[in-house]
């Protein structure tokens, strides 16, 4: 596996956990997915400048570009922090989105 | 899983702690691009010569070639021995070497890029909120504990 498949692989799943905390956000899950997407941004941010050099070609495009990506991974990375803060302290989902969902499980596992 | 579900949150929040602050440390550690480098230094069989770059060094590279003044090249491990960890070279008196002699090292350098650096000054300071999550995460499922054995 070269360097940039890692970082490919890498921003895959960041992208993926991104979304579903975003997207598909469910309680605890929020939890997995924004630690997961923290973990993976971050690592992004802090080794995407070994990837631009490392890899094989040495393409003069790809250490430019893969800067830009640090700085959009980090700010990314503090976003996945503050909303598992706010999971953690019940702000996301909203208690309301949070009651609603319980609900909805209820009903289904009675059904 | 219900919002009461503490132990899974606590269980989640400790792994984040046990995972991410080695394995990101870890990252930045091992971070680092090989640049390459040339340095004018003076073969002295007293002491080692130590190479100029330092600053945010991963590793050294394992070879460095060093050029003598009018031309010609020193061979290592019989004029000279590169220590890769440190980055300094000692210096062995031979036919071709001689105390005083000007030389240019070329070496390699793994280094931490500016990028690579910004981001772990903006990120590691967020480690010690870990902390904090752990022990609200801990305070709610013991909480969590206490309330259930009243109930009962």
Known sequence: ?111 | MSDGDTVAQLAVVILLLGLAVPGLATAHEYAGTPIDYEQSATVDFASATAVDETATVERYGDEVSVLVAGGGELEAAIDYRWDDESGEIEWFNTTATSSGQDVTIAYQAHQRTPETEMAWTIISPFFALFGIFGLVAAVRTLWSYIAEVFEA
């Open chain 1, 1 to 111: 596996m070269t360097p940039l498949v890692l970082a490919f692989a890498v921003a895959t799943v960041a992208l993926v956990a991104t979304l579903l905390w975003a997207v598909a956000a469910r309680q605890t899950a929020v939890y997995v997915t924004s630690g997961i997407s923290f973990v993976s941004w971050s690592w992004l941010g802090i080794v995407g400048s070994d990837v631009a050099l490392v890899t094989e070609t040495q393409t003069i495009w790809l250490r430019p570009s893969m800067a830009s990506i640090q700085f959009v991974a980090v700010a990314m990375a503090i976003v996945s922090l503050v909303v598992f803060s706010l999971r953690l302290f019940g702000a996301y989902p909203s208690p309301q989105t949070n009651a609603a969902e319980s609900d909805e499980r209820a009903e289904q596992q009675t059904r």
